[in-house]
C-alpha cells in the first residue's frame, strides 16, 4: 500500500467509458509519481511504538501517535493498550460526515485514571514548521515532520489540524476530562473548529475506509443504542507484534513534498482550470508501508 | 427532520457520561436554536420540480437540482428522470473521503445524448451574493440563495461550492463529455479543486447518511467491479409524487443565516477556544421538510 488513501484527484469516468490506456501518461495524479520517485532521505520512519494496530469487527486499523503533541495523552492510551484495557472494546458511535468513536472495555474494579492535562496545542519553539503557500480560514496552516499542522504566532503555539483521519480523545464538557479511553476517528470534512479544542493524538494510517463505511448510529450524535456497538477484538502497538511492518511518512520539509503540494494545487489533466491552491486538508501528507 | 445532517459541533461525550439534562441550556449549539426560532420570511421554498427523490437498495435519498447554475445539465437530468432512464439504475462507485456515483440504465438503443456545455462556473451578474465573513483558500465564499457558492471578481464567475453532500455530473477526459446519465454526490472532505472544473448540479437533502456508509468498491477509484453495483429501483421528481412534503432552505440573506454564521464559528460549551472563523464547506445552509 502506498498511500493512506486514493488522491483526492481521481476522475469521474464515466462508467461505460474505457479506462485509460496504461500507456497514457499519468495526467490525474502527477503527485503519484512524485510519491514514487521520491528519495529514501525524504521519507522519515515512523516509530512502531507510535502505530497502534487495532482489529475490529469491520477489519484492521493503523493508527500513528504523536507524543510530540499529546504526550500525556500518548502515553496513558499506549498504557491502556499494553494493559489490553481496548481489547472487547466497542465502536460505540459513528456520526455521519464527523466521527466513528470507540471506548475501552469498562473495568469497574480499575481506580478511575486522573483527568489528562489538556494538550490541545503546545509552544512551537523547538518545531521545524513547513508553512503552506496557500492560505487557511483558521490559523497559519503547515507541516510539521511529517504532520498537518496549524500554528498561531500571537500564542506562539502549534497543533495537529482536524482533518480527515485525525484521531483524538473524546472528554466531558469541562475541558481536563478526556482520560484515553474513548478516541475516535474524523470520518467527514475536516472539523477545524475541534482544533485547539480537544486532544489529536494521530491520525489513521490505513484501514479507515471499512470504519468510515460502518452504519451511521441511530442514536443523538451517531450513538449506537446501549450495548449494541461494534466488537473490538485486541489493540496492540506495532512493537508488541514480531515481524509487523515498517511504516514511513512523507517528510514534510523535504523538496519532494514540496512537489506534492505543488502538483495538488495546480492539477492537469482532467482539470481545465486548476485551482492554484489547495487547502490543508486536502494536502495529505503520504505516507507508506515499507515491503 | 429539521436539517440533512446534525451539526458539526457535537460533543464527544464519554460514553459512559450521563447526556447533559434536558433542562441545561443547549450551550453545544447556539446554531440549532436560532435555526429553530427562525420566522417563516427567513426560509425560501425548494420548488418540488427540482427535488430528485430516488430510491436505492439503500434507502431514500433527496436530491435538490441547481438550475440557475447548471441549466442544460439540470434539464438533461429531469429528462432522464422523467423518461424513467435512472429506474433500475446502478449505484457504480464508491470511493472513500471522495464520492458515491450512479449511472442510468445503459439503453443501447436509444440514440447518444448530446454533450452538455462545461456549465462550471456562471456570470457573477444577476445573482445576490452574500460573502462569508472569512477567508477562503480558494476563492471568494459566500452564499447564494441557500446555496454555498464562491467567485471569482477577475473573471466575474460565480459557482456551487463542492462540499459535503454536492452532486455533480461525472463526465470523461475532455471537459464537454458529461451527458446527465451519470452522478455523483461527495461522500469526504470538500473537494474545493473540483469547483469550476465539473458541473456542479445540486446537494443531497436528505439521506446521504446510508449512501454513504456503503461498502467502499475494491476496484480503481472505488469502482465497483462490473455487474455488481447497487440497484435503484426508482427515481421521480418530487412534482411528480402526489402530497409529497414540502422542502424549505434558509434564505442565505436573512439575518437568521448570518447569525448561524457566527454561531458556528464561535462556539462555545464544550469548545474553550472558539475557533473565530468557519470555512465555506462547514457553513452548511439549513434544510427542513414543512410539517
Avoid at 525524504?42 to 497502534?52: S, T
Wanted: net charge neutral.
Amino acid at each position: 500500500m502506498q498511500r493512506l488513501l486514493p488522491l483526492l484527484a481521481a476522475p469521474l469516468l464515466l462508467a461505460q467509458a474505457p479506462p485509460p490506456s496504461p500507456a497514457e501518461p499519468p495526467v490525474y495524479n502527477a503527485a503519484d509519481k512524485i510519491i514514487a520517485d521520491a528519495p529514501a532521505a525524504h521519507w522519515l520512519a515512523i516509530n512502531p511504538d507510535d502505530i497502534m494496530v487495532m482489529d475490529t469487527a469491520a477489519g484492521r486499523m493503523l493508527v500513528q501517535l504523536a507524543p510530540d503533541f499529546a504526550p500525556a495523552h500518548v502515553a496513558a492510551v499506549k498504557k491502556l493498550v499494553r494493559e489490553g484495557q481496548f481489547d472487547d472494546g466497542r465502536i460505540v458511535r459513528v456520526q455521519d460526515n464527523y466521527v466513528v468513536q470507540w471506548t475501552a472495555r469498562p473495568d469497574p474494579a480499575k481506580p478511575k485514571a486522573p483527568p489528562l492535562p489538556p494538550e490541545y496545542e503546545r509552544p512551537s519553539a523547538g518545531l521545524a514548521f513547513t508553512p503552506s503557500p496557500y492560505v487557511d480560514t483558521y490559523a497559519q496552516a503547515g507541516f510539521v515532520a511529517g504532520w498537518q499542522a496549524a500554528r498561531d504566532p500571537a500564542t506562539g503555539t502549534t497543533w495537529l489540524a482536524h482533518c480527515y483521519g485525525t484521531v483524538g480523545v473524546g472528554r466531558d464538557n469541562p475541558p481536563d476530562t478526556g482520560d484515553g479511553a474513548e478516541l475516535y476517528a474524523v470520518i467527514g470534512h475536516g472539523p477545524r473548529h475541534l482544533d485547539r479544542n480537544i486532544a489529536n493524538i494521530g491520525r489513521v494510517l490505513a484501514g479507515i475506509e471499512a470504519h468510515a463505511a460502518l452504519p451511521r448510529g441511530a442514536g443523538a450524535m451517531g450513538f449506537y443504542d446501549e450495548g449494541r456497538g461494534l466488537k473490538i477484538a485486541r489493540v496492540r502497538l506495532a512493537s508488541q507484534i514480531p515481524g509487523f511492518a515498517k511504516w514511513q511518512m512523507m517528510d514534510t520539509a523535504s523538496p519532494s513534498f514540496a512537489a506534492v503540494v505543488q502538483a495538488r494545487a495546480n492539477r492537469t489533466g482532467f482539470f481545465p482550470r486548476p485551482a492554484g491552491a489547495a487547502d490543508l486538508c486536502t494536502l495529505r501528507v503520504p505516507v507508506r508501508e515499507v515491503k
